[in-house]
C-alpha cells in the first residue's frame, strides 16, 4: 500500500526558508516520477516542482514560480523526498502536497501548512 506523509511546514517570515519532506512507503521514491503541488486557499491545487524517475534521467523540473527559489530532491537511504524552499514569500504560502502515480492511480500525501508572514 503507497503511503505520502509530508512534514516540515511551518510558519515562517519573508526571506526565511524551509524544507518539506515528504516520506514513503510502498514505492521506492528514487526510481519513481515524483511532484510537490501546493493549494493557498480559495486556490486551485498548483504543481510547484518535479523530479523525474531515475530510469528517466531524474531530472527536475519547475514552475516560474519555484524557479530559483525552490529544489525539489530525494533521498534513497531515506526513501523520502524534499522541497527546499528558499527566500520565502507571502506568496509561497499554501498547503503542501506530495504526489506520485502507481499504475495509473494517482497518490497524495495529506500535506503540510506554510505559512509565510510579511
Known amino acids: 500500500q503507497v503511503r505520502l506523509v509530508e512534514s516540515g511546514g511551518g510558519l515562517v517570515e519573508a526571506g526565511g526558508s524551509l524544507r518539506l519532506s515528504c516520506a514513503a512507503s510502498?514505492?521506492?521514491?528514487?526510481?519513481?516520477?515524483m511532484s510537490w503541488y501546493r493549494q493557498a486557499p480559495g486556490q486551485q491545487r498548483e504543481l510547484v516542482a518535479t523530479?523525474?524517475?531515475?530510469?528517466?534521467?531524474?531530472?527536475?523540473n519547475y514552475t516560474d514560480a519555484a524557479k530559483g527559489r525552490f529544489t525539489i530532491s530525494r533521498d534513497r537511504r531515506k526513501n523520502t523526498l524534499y522541497l527546499q524552499m528558499n527566500n520565502l514569500t507571502p506568496e509561497d504560502t499554501a498547503r503542501y502536497y506530495c504526489?506520485?502515480?502507481?499504475?495509473?492511480?494517482?497518490?497524495w500525501g495529506q500535506g503540510t501548512q506554510v505559512t509565510v508572514s510579511s
Open positions: 504526489t506520485t502515480n502507481v499504475r495509473l492511480r494517482d497518490y
Open positions: 523530479i523525474a524517475s531515475t530510469n528517466n534521467g531524474g531530472s527536475s
Open positions: 510502498g514505492i521506492v521514491v528514487h526510481v519513481m516520477r
